[in-house]
């Protein structure tokens, strides 16, 4: 199928990227987002997210005149939807005495409605959105068949999911793998011609509902991993061992790759998308309920490391590094740091926060320090969250000069325990039991 023109709804972490690499590579594109603000900032030019080499492709796609945004979709040959299915914030699922958390498919089912008075004989729709099985041909088709074409025979539909790695976006969108899920054939294919435009990994077909699963599987795998570092951790904290140190001498085993234990699973990925396995078939998922269960509790683990470093949490004063869900990201969403923060809020302590790829979000309730060195002045102890490459790289010498602080928390293993020792701090690693 020959592609020339596309409407991206949603231009978040994942629209956005292909909006822009599409326009960059010949396709007329025009990129629709419900937010006025981000619909402002990329007509003038600019993206409103950390992600390097974006503004270049965005910059590319403007200069060759084939991107164009706004508010609402116009016609094109192929619609891709890309936009976020969070969970529900007040509502859960129960079962046999487990709560669990609920897909929240507003943002999907708008789209698809927004799409609906544009949609032509001969379309292409692919969502890409993560969502529960059995999304794109219980949800999005009866949606779009409300235009009285039939999907799979008067206009092609598909699941693909995304399944790039943000702070590593642009590289993956082009060179990873690709799953075409169709609900025919034929559909898998058009999509697949739309992809090719510019699509390096191998691009595979198979049904959209196999698509949908293969993406939850992917972060689920993830997150049952992470679950299990984390585990580790608390265990390594039990036997007086140090649990990074353990780690690399098991992941010397050939067949053996543990990941790392942290302050949590955080983003609008992982820590979501395996609840839609449980929310759909809670009484086979419960390997994945626990694996949830266990990465949501790490902040607390994180916050009883302060704890046992201070004695008592109340009124100490506490520089937090690191708001982000990752390193080197901006993305705030379901931070485990931010979920850190407010527990030891609870406790009584009064803490500062930095996060150097947001320096001006605002969190209810959370004190944002204007730069890093108004963060760490005037405090009792220094709290890293966050593997950011810049706080890997401080020198605890200088850090000493500008803070009284002489207790540091490392949540994250960025810090070497020498020469913090060296440069007068206490250093408390999570999952250390060892050095101490
Ligand atoms: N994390 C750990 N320990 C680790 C690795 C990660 O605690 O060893 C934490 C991170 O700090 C973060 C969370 O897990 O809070 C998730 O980070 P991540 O880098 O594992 O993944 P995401 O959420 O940024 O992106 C994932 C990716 N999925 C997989 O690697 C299977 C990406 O490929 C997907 O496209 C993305 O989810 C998505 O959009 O679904």
């Known amino acids: 199928m020959k592609i020339n023109s596309l409407c991206v709804i949603g231009l978040g972490y994942i629209g956005l990227p292909y909006a822009v ?26 993206i409103h997210i950390h992600e390097t080499g974006l503004q270049d492709v965005l910059d590319e796609a403007l200069r060759v005149g084939r991107l164009t945004v706004s508010s609402q979709p116009v016609e094109a040959d192929a619609f891709i939807i890309a936009v976020p299915t969070p969970f529900q914030r007040e509502k859960f699922g129960e079962y046999n005495g487990i709560r669990f958390k609920l897909a929240d ?65 642009l590289y993956e969108l082009v060179n990873n793998a690709r799953i075409i899920g169709g609900i025919t054939p034929e559909s898998a294919r058009a999509a697949r011609d739309l992809y090719k435009t510019f699509v390096q990994g191998e691009i595979h077909e198979t049904d959209a509902t196999t698509a949908e699963m ?53 983003g609008h990925c992982i820590s979501v998308d395996p609840w ?10 419960s390997l994945i309920y626990q694996a949830r269960k266990v990465n949501d509790e790490q902040p607390r683990f994180v916050v009883e490391k ?13 520089a937090v590094l690191g708001l982000a869900y990752k390193p080197d990201v901006d993305d705030l969403r379901e931070s485990p740091a931010v979920e850190v923060v407010r527990l030891l809020q609870k406790d009584g302590a009064i803490v500062r926060a930095w996060e150097p790829f947001a320096p001006s979000a605002k969190l209810e309730g959370i004190d944002m320090a204007a730069d890093f060195d108004s963060a760490i002045k005037d405090v009792d102890a220094i709290l890293l969250l966050v593997s950011h490459s810049q706080f890997r790289s401080l020198d605890p010498a200088s850090i000493a000069s500008k803070t009284n602080a002489r207790i540091a928390i490392d949540a994250v293993n960025a810090w070497n325990l020498k020469d913090w020792q060296a440069a007068g701090f206490s250093l408390h690693r999570l999952g250390d039991a060892k050095s101490k």
């Open 21 to 46: 690499t599409f326009a960059a590579h010949g396709l007329n594109v025009h990129g629709v987002d419900v937010n006025p603000r981000v619909v402002q900032s990329l007509q003038a030019g600019k």
């Open 105 to 169: 498919m507003r943002a999907v089912a708008s789209a698809a409605e927004a799409i609906l008075p544009f949609l032509r004989k001969g379309n292409l729709v692919i969502l890409e959105s993560t969502s529960p099985p059995r999304t794109t041909i219980e949800l999005v088709a009866p949606i779009l068949e409300r235009s009285n074409l039939r999907a799979g025979i008067d206009f092609h539909l598909c699941y693909s999911p995304e399944r790039m790695l943000p702070g590593n976006l």
């Open 214 to 266: 293969v993406k939850i599987m992917e972060n689920a795998t993830r997150d049952v991993n992470i679950a299990l570092a984390n585990e580790f951790a608390r265990l390594a904290e039990k036997f007086g061992v140090d649990v990074w140190e353990a780690i690399r001498l098991a992941n010397l085993h050939p067949r053996i790759n543990i990941l790392n234990p942290g302050p949590g699973v955080g």
């Open 276 to 285: 839609f396995f449980v929310e759909a078939a809670p009484e086979v998922s």
């Open 306 to 318: 302060a704890q046992q470093a201070f004695g008592e949490l109340r009124n100490k004063r506490i």
